[in-house]
């Protein structure tokens, strides 16, 4: 798990390079790299998380409630993703950007939802899931 909050920190970073860099100084080799790796590194580090994180949290706390609204979370996240891939495979394939401030608001919105999921997950999750070591 913690690797998987790394790897999406990272993603993050690279989120906000690009929403900073807006409009002019994009790198569209870049938004095609992210937009290739966004969503299968969600999907990877969702699965790991609600097959193996999740339980165990479950079983040592009871908190059904906080996980069935962290997996909610992850579904809304890889939604967001799709259409943020979306917009960053057409920009990345030479189309412009036509509403740059929308744009922005959408690289920000999906990594600021990102940042605290995994801000929760590490104060409040990851140590009872790690609470015998």
Do not use: W
């Not at 996240?77 to 799709?82: C, I, L, N, P, T």
């Not at 919105?109 to 009872?128: Q, Y």
Request: hydrophobic share 45%.
């Amino acid at each position: 798990m913690r690797r998987a909050h790394v790897q999406k920190l990272a993603l993050c970073h690279i989120l906000e390079g690009i929403a900073d860099d807006l409009p002019s100084r994009v790198d569209r080799l870049q938004c095609l790299a992210v937009a290739a790796d966004l969503l299968p590194l969600l999907r990877e580090c969702h699965r790991f998380e609600e097959e193996v994180v999740f339980p165990t949290f479950a079983r040592r706390t009871g908190e059904e409630d906080t996980v069935a609204r962290l997996k909610l979370e992850h579904l809304e996240d890889e939604s967001a993703a799709a259409d943020l891939g979306e917009a960053l495979l057409a920009y990345g394939h030479g189309r412009p950007i036509e509403n740059p401030e929308a744009f922005g608001y959408m690289l920000r919105a999906f990594f600021e939802s990102m940042r605290r999921h995994i801000a929760f997950e590490h104060d409040h999750v990851l140590p009872e899931v790690l609470g015998d070591q």
